[in-house]
Each structure stands twice: as structure tokens, then as C-alpha cells.
């Protein structure tokens, strides 16, 4: 079946602007995750979703970031007033259920602010 | 913050030699996965070990887990060149309250030469 996808693949931006990018899970994953890697700080962990809800966003780097999840399926990840430092691949990733389960990963969106 | 420690950070081997990495966690965990990344994109999945499980095979794959070092390694038998890729090993743990959030390591850089 298929697995997840991101778009847009790659997005160049400039610095002040918004940004919006879209994560598609698998088909019937309740999970759903937010991750971001960049050179100086790994691979961290943003936000997850079980169905629509976002319970802890405390992982989120700063106010300026926000997410969303709509019908338990499409997942936006939305940067307001982009920074340089917002320059990494923002990678989502579903599971079957919360905790305890493989996450499958999509391709990544690779984020470049100017 | 990251939770795993990877070693080697970068590895060189002869196509057909075995590959072996490890990887050192803090806290108590529920799981760890290890990961393979190619030209620094997309996550794909290798193996899910739990905590109660010691070792685990998949293909040309091993994974042990000794959680009472906080330890686990991963070997790639008979190394192919397609294996050149970082692997990085993300722990699931205990106490995050049941979230799912992977905390990944630094990664291992490793390259098979044909």
C-alpha cells in the first residue's frame, strides 16, 4: 500500500514568510508525528497527533509554528514568519496506533530560508 | 534533546564484511527502532525491538538489546555497497506518556566500498 507522503519535496523561502507544509499518513493511522533534522541539532521531535488532537505541543521550537490534523488523515505543520534557522527537512511519520508501534516515515520536505 | 549516543559516528567498510554499530540510551524505554537514511531524506524502517526482547534478526539484519547496559547493536552481514547509508537507532521511552516520541541518536555514517 502506499506509504506516507510530503509535499511539497522541497520549498525555498524567504525570510518573514509563512510556510505550509502537508504530511499524508498511511491509510488508518491514528498516529501521527512531526520531526524535524537539521545539522546542528539532529533529528528532533516536534508534535504528534492521535486522531485530530494534539495534546502536548511543547516540542514545537517556538510560537511561530503550529499544526493541524483534520479528519484523522492530513497533517499541515504551518511556520509563520519564517527564520533562517527554520532551514532544515521536516520529516512526518505515522503509526497504527499511539506509542508502542513501528513509525514509517515519509520523504521529507527540505525547508530553505533565505 | 537526544537521548542516544551512536558509535561508531562514521564506519568503512569492504563490500562483504560485516558492519556493526551500537548505540547507548539513558532512560528506561518501552522500545527502540533502528532506522536506515539515504542522501539524508526519508527514514526508512529496519527493526523494532522491545524491551523485553533480547535479539532479533531480519534478513542480513541482528539486532541485540541489553537494557541493563542501555545498549543496543545493530549487524549488517555480508555488507553490500546499497547499504551505504546512516543508520540511526531511537528509543521510545518509558514515561512519556504513552505518546510514541522517538528520541533518536546521532547516527551512524556508513559506507561500503564495492
Known amino acids: 500500500g502506499a506509504g506516507v507522503s510530503q509535499s511539497p519535496s522541497n520549498k525555498v523561502t524567504e525570510k518573514g514568510k509563512d510556510v505550509e507544509l502537508r504530511c499524508d499518513p498511511i491509510?488508518?493511522?491514528?498516529?501521527l508525528y512531526w520531526y524535524r533534522q537539521s545539522l546542528g541539532q539532529g533529528l528532533e521531535f516536534l508534535i504528534y497527533?492521535?486522531?485530530?488532537?494534539?495534546?502536548?505541543k511543547s516540542g514545537l521550537p517556538s510560537d511561530r509554528f503550529s499544526a493541524e490534523r483534520t479528519g484523522g488523515s492530513v497533517s499541515t505543520l504551518t511556520i509563520q514568519r519564517t527564520q533562517q534557522e527554520d532551514s532544515a527537512v521536516y520529516l512526518c511519520?505515522?503509526?497504527?496506533?499511539?506509542?508502542?508501534?513501528?513509525?514509517?516515515f515519509g520523504p521529507g520536505t527540505r525547508l530553505l530560508v533565505l | 534533546s537526544q537521548q542516544g549516543e551512536e558509535d561508531p559516528q562514521a564506519l568503512s567498510i569492504q563490500e562483504g564484511e560485516n558492519a556493526t554499530m551500537n548505540c547507548s540510551y539513558k532512560t528506561s524505554i518501552n522500545n527502540l527502532q533502528w532506522y536506515r537514511q539515504n542522501s539524508g531524506r526519508g527514514l526508512v524502517h529496519l527493526i523494532l525491538i522491545r524491551s523485553n526482547e533480547r535479539e532479533k534478526h531480519s534478513g542480513r539484519l541482528r539486532v541485540t538489546l541489553d537494557t541493563s547496559k542501555k545498549s543496543s547493536s545493530l549487524l549488517i552481514t555480508a555488507s553490500r555497497a546499497a547499504d551505504t547509508a546512516s543508520y540511526f537507532c531511537a528509543t521510545e521511552e518509558i514515561g512519556s506518556g504513552n505518546t510514541g516520541k522517538l528520541i533518536f541518536g546521532q547516527g551512524t555514517t556508513l559506507q561500503v566500498k564495492p
Open positions: 491509510s488508518g493511522h491514528t498516529a
Open positions: 497527533f492521535q486522531g485530530n488532537s494534539a495534546p502536548d
Open positions: 511519520a505515522s503509526s497504527v496506533t499511539l506509542a508502542g508501534e513501528t513509525q514509517y
